[in-house]
């Protein structure tokens, strides 16, 4: 099951350089390209078609969690094992923006978990 996005030149700010955990290298979102191809495409057509997906841990938690794990604001992507490395402790529902697009799409079985979405 993938969610499909289409990303709008509007977002383009909001776009991280690589969707790779900057811990492990693992690549967070695969259907998603990379921020510099992203922007170009936001740029010369105005839209990227985007997908999301169970094999993708795209998510947004709080900014005292993110600021705990010792990430700074849109300083790249954490796959939710680094990410609970990092605090020391296993993610909970309450970590998570709810409110975010992205904490309400597909993802991998450990990420709804987390979630408590499963």
């Known amino acids: ?8 030149d509007t977002e383009e700010d909001s776009v991280t350089e690589s969707w790779l955990c900057v811990d492990c290298g693992v690549n967070t979102s695969p259907g998603m390209p990379p921020g510099p ?12 078609e985007c997908s999301i997906g169970l094999d993708s841990e795209v998510y947004m938690v709080r900014k005292k969690v993110w600021k705990e794990a010792g990430m700074d604001p849109f300083g790249g992507c954490l796959c939710i094992g680094c990410l609970e490395r990092r605090l020391g402790r296993r993610l909970k529902p309450k970590d998570f923006n709810q409110d ?14 987390r979630q408590g979405r499963d």
């Open 1 to 8: 099951m993938n969610h499909a996005l289409l990303m709008k």
């Open 37 to 48: 191809m992203m922007r170009a495409e936001l740029k010369n057509h105005k839209e990227v």
């Open 100 to 113: 975010h697009v992205f904490n309400q799409m597909p993802g991998t079985s450990r990420l709804l978990n």
